[in-house]
């Protein structure tokens, strides 16, 4: 664990993710390691666009786990072949609920790289 500016660097304005592993990877983790890796790298941060957190699945605007499971087994809106690419035990379940949020724009990385932390 650490914090996200700890798993990349900015470069040309462009987030470009760096993330070092403890220990090697075991020969059955290689496959679900480069999925995760090429998940994390499809998603392009930028420092010169702005970005925002708008969570509409509830009136409130609330965000919580259980309302976005609720609202995506209600909806299929990420398609039901990204549920099941995210939900597939490539990594903990924190770090697959960030892979969700970045894939689909619900992350704000960007506006807590830019402060430095």
Same mark, same amino acid.
């Given at each position: 664990?650490?914090?996200?500016?700890?798993?990349?660097?900015?470069?040309d304005?462009?987030?470009?993710?760096?993330?070092?592993?403890?220990?090697?990877?075991?020969?059955?983790?290689?496959?679900?390691?480069?999925k995760f890796t090429?998940m994390?790298?499809?998603?392009?941060?930028?420092?010169e666009?702005?970005?925002?957190?708008?969570?509409?699945?509830?009136?409130?605007?609330d965000?919580?786990?259980?309302e976005?499971?609720?609202?995506?087994?209600?909806?299929?809106?990420?398609?039901?072949?990204?549920?099941?690419? @995210?939900?597939?035990?490539?990594?903990?379940?924190?770090?697959?609920?960030?892979?969700?949020?970045?894939?689909?724009?619900?992350?704000a @990385?960007?506006?807590?790289?830019?402060?430095?932390?």
């Open positions: 664990m650490g914090k996200i500016q700890e798993f990349g660097h900015w470069q304005n462009e987030w470009k993710w760096e993330i070092m592993l403890r220990r090697r990877v075991f020969g059955w983790e290689e496959e679900q390691w480069k090429a994390v790298n499809d998603y392009h941060l930028s420092a666009i702005h970005n925002t957190v708008i969570w509409k699945g509830t009136p409130s605007g965000f919580s786990v259980k976005f499971c609720r609202h995506q087994l209600d909806n299929d809106s990420g398609g039901r072949s990204t549920w099941r690419q @995210v939900w597939t035990n490539l990594a903990p379940l924190k770090v697959e609920m960030f892979v969700w949020q970045i894939r689909h724009g619900r992350a @990385v960007k506006a807590k790289l830019m402060r430095g932390g």
